[in-house]
């Protein structure tokens, strides 16, 4: 985990200076592009608004920011033939993300009345269960629909704090804005919760029989976790977590509380960690825009928001890629792609976001007993639910809970270990039969079956596997094939 410690030692010192290198490349206009040359959009102001609060700047540079959000949400938002940009539902919910970034500077001019118009603009633009990515289509966005959850319970969450009563700026009154938040975080839940797999993750993609998505797992996640982990002004829970019907669309409801629905889609990224720990997902969902998720980093702020630890083997990967990208000649995290690495505003929120959860989460661990930290996270095994032989000399691995299978290559003499397990029946061999069969000494076999589960465990990312298990057979000791 060496790269984890480097990474984090490090934050603080990378995250001031990407700051100085967005303050420095801040746009006449009071915005941010993808890159330090680009021109200025919505989505990427709001990104760089977090990493500036991270980095503990505020003042006129935020406020520059939030003028140009001011302006640009309600004009972007419009049609193309009006001006606009497009009726995109991004430009909304990022939108809200950047005008809630610094809640002191909520009452600056515009803010709550352009955070009020965009709850006006969801109000008007709901489908059945969710929002779409762009005016004109019927079908629910996972990926919308969940940064349009996350930042309305956030508002819930700024307006709970300023409490009842209060006249913002622009004619805003908390009480009558709260009023209109809670039936749209309701309704985007449900959608949420609808088109949640009994998995626990969520596709790529609503009503079709797509592939499972870390990605959209992941914002899913967060939105949900967003919603339930809020605090009333009376210090009550804001959200009442009760049982609620999920997964209606794939036609075996379930009746799950957002607490264990946030749990099981933080299970199922680490079981799947090999799926996104070193990846970006592209998203041909979004119009307009070749969209790429920065899986290894927004998958590893979610499986942290669910209670991994940092320092779980299943996000090492995750943790060293994102420690590599780092350019000190750019003051920037790189992105990762096939076409080569650059620095851009996206790839360090989404850095930044990792890490900042990291922070907190590694604040709410018992720090001082980390023997006890490490023995409970190695208790914490990859149960082998499915082996097939592949090509050469791989071995495939399904864990359960997983909808994948990882491949696991081995030496000549291991892969011979698991084709006389694979072909042995279901109850095992004894340590004499599988001897035997690979002509050595039985006092030998426990040594082969370490090295196995070894090279099972290392395929998994460090985390705890078996390929073999102990047993009896016909009354002597031996050893039989996990998954069966």
Not at 17 to 34: F, K, V
Not at 205 to 214: M, Q
Not at 233 to 241: C, K, L, N
Request: with cysteine; glycine share 10%.
């Amino acid at each position: 985990m060496k790269s984890t410690q480097v990474g984090l030692a490090a934050f603080e010192t990378r995250v001031g200076e990407a700051a100085r290198t967005l303050l420095h490349n801040q746009g006449y206009d009071g915005g941010w592009g993808l890159t330090l040359t680009s021109v200025s959009s919505i989505v990427n102001t709001s990104e760089v608004l977090p990493i500036l609060r991270a980095a503990g700047i505020a003042g006129q540079p935020v406020r520059q920011g939030l003028d140009f959000l001011t302006g640009a949400v309600p004009e972007h938002s419009r049609p193309r033939p009006k001006g606009g940009r497009g009726e995109h539902t991004r430009f909304i919910a990022f939108g809200l993300a950047g005008l809630l970034s610094h809640p002191c500077f909520f009452h600056h001019n515009r803010v709550a009345e352009t955070a009020a118009w965009c709850v006006g603009w969801l109000e008007d633009h709901r489908v059945d269960h969710g929002w779409p990515e762009v005016l004109g289509l019927d079908d629910t966005s996972l990926h919308q629909t969940a940064l349009v959850v996350h930042r309305l319970a956030e508002l819930r969450d700024v307006l709970h704090g300023f409490g009842p009563g209060l006249l913002l700026p622009g004619g805003v009154e908390t009480a009558g804005l709260l009023e209109r938040v809670t039936p749209l975080i309701d309704h985007g839940v449900h959608g949420l919760l609808y088109h949640r797999r009994p998995s626990g993750a969520w596709g790529w993609r609503t009503y079709i029989g797509t592939a499972p998505s870390p990605s959209k797992t992941a914002l899913c996640l967060l939105a949900l976790s967003a919603v339930c982990t809020g605090t009333g002004p009376g210090g009550d829970p804001a959200y009442q977590d009760n049982p609620r019907e999920t997964g209606g669309v794939h036609g075996s409801m379930q009746q799950k509380r957002l607490s264990e629905v946030v749990a099981g889609a933080g299970q199922w990224l680490l079981h799947n960690h090999h799926r996104w720990e070193t990846f970006v997902e592209d998203d041909k969902d979004v119009q307009g825009t070749a969209w790429e998720h920065m899986a290894y980093a927004l998958c590893t702020q979610a499986a942290m928001r669910a209670g991994a630890s940092p320092r779980d083997p299943r996000l090492a990967k995750a943790w060293k890629l994102m420690n590599d990208l780092w350019d000190p000649e750019a003051g920037l995290w790189n992105e990762p792609g096939a076409s080569g690495k650059r620095a851009t505003i996206r790839a360090a929120y989404y850095t930044v976001s990792a890490y900042e959860e990291a922070t907190q989460r590694l604040a709410r661990m018992n720090l001082t007993d980390s023997a006890t930290e490490e023995a409970s996270e190695a208790s914490v095994e990859m149960i082998t639910a499915r082996v097939a032989l592949g090509l050469g000399r791989t071995v495939l691995v399904g864990a359960r809970d997983s909808e994948g299978s990882v491949a696991c290559e081995l030496s000549e003499r291991l892969f011979d270990v698991v084709k006389v397990m694979h072909d042995a029946p279901e109850a095992g061999l004894s340590t004499e039969r599988i001897a035997a069969a690979l002509y050595v000494a039985p006092s030998s076999v426990p040594k082969y079956v370490q090295r196995l589960n070894q090279a099972v465990s290392a395929a998994f990312g460090g985390a705890p596997a078996r390929l073999l298990l102990a047993s009896t057979v016909d009354g002597a000791s031996g050893y039989r094939l996990a998954g069966r």
